[in-house]
Structure formats: structure tokens, C-alpha cells
């Protein structure tokens, strides 16, 4: 295994690891403030969006590079 299949697995892996920490965070923090559904719904869509740039940024420097 090369250093670049190792950077490029770790962070695969702990960018997910870390998209799922901050999922349990948008959770307590709608359970704790008493959002309800439709503002958990919002929190969640935020969240979303954050990581669905980052799933699109790569894609997209994936297809650049080829």
C-alpha cells in the first residue's frame, strides 16, 4: 500500500466517521432545543448539504483528472 492509497482510504473513511459525529450532534441538538419534527428536518437538510458538496467536489475533481 502507498502513502497516496493510504491518505485516500483514510479520508474516505474518516470524513464519514466524522459526517456521522456530527449527524448524532444535529440529533441532540434538535432533541435538546425541542425542534420538532419539521425543524429536525431542516437541521438534517443543512447538514446534508454540507456533505453532499463534499461528495460532489469529489466527483467532480475525479472526473477533471481523468
Same mark, same amino acid.
Given at each position: 500500500?502507498? =502513502?497516496?492509497? &493510504?491518505?485516500? %482510504?483514510? #479520508? =474516505?473513511?474518516? %470524513?464519514?466517521?466524522?459526517? /456521522?459525529?456530527?449527524?448524532? %450532534?444535529? #440529533?441532540?441538538? +434538535? $432533541? $435538546?432545543?425541542? +425542534? /420538532? $419534527? &419539521?425543524?429536525?428536518?431542516? @437541521?438534517? +437538510?443543512?447538514?446534508?448539504?454540507? +456533505? @453532499? /458538496?463534499? =461528495? %460532489? $467536489?469529489?466527483?467532480?475533481?475525479?472526473? @477533471?483528472?481523468?
Amino acid at each position: 500500500m502507498t =502513502v497516496e492509497q &493510504f491518505e485516500n %482510504i483514510s #479520508l =474516505v473513511v474518516l %470524513i464519514t466517521a466524522l459526517i /456521522g459525529f456530527m449527524g448524532f %450532534i444535529v #440529533l441532540d441538538l +434538535a $432533541k $435538546k432545543s425541542k +425542534a /420538532g $419534527k &419539521f425543524g429536525t428536518m431542516v @437541521l438534517f +437538510a443543512a447538514l446534508g448539504m454540507g +456533505a @453532499l /458538496g463534499f =461528495v %460532489i $467536489k469529489t466527483v467532480l475533481v475525479e472526473v @477533471l483528472n481523468v
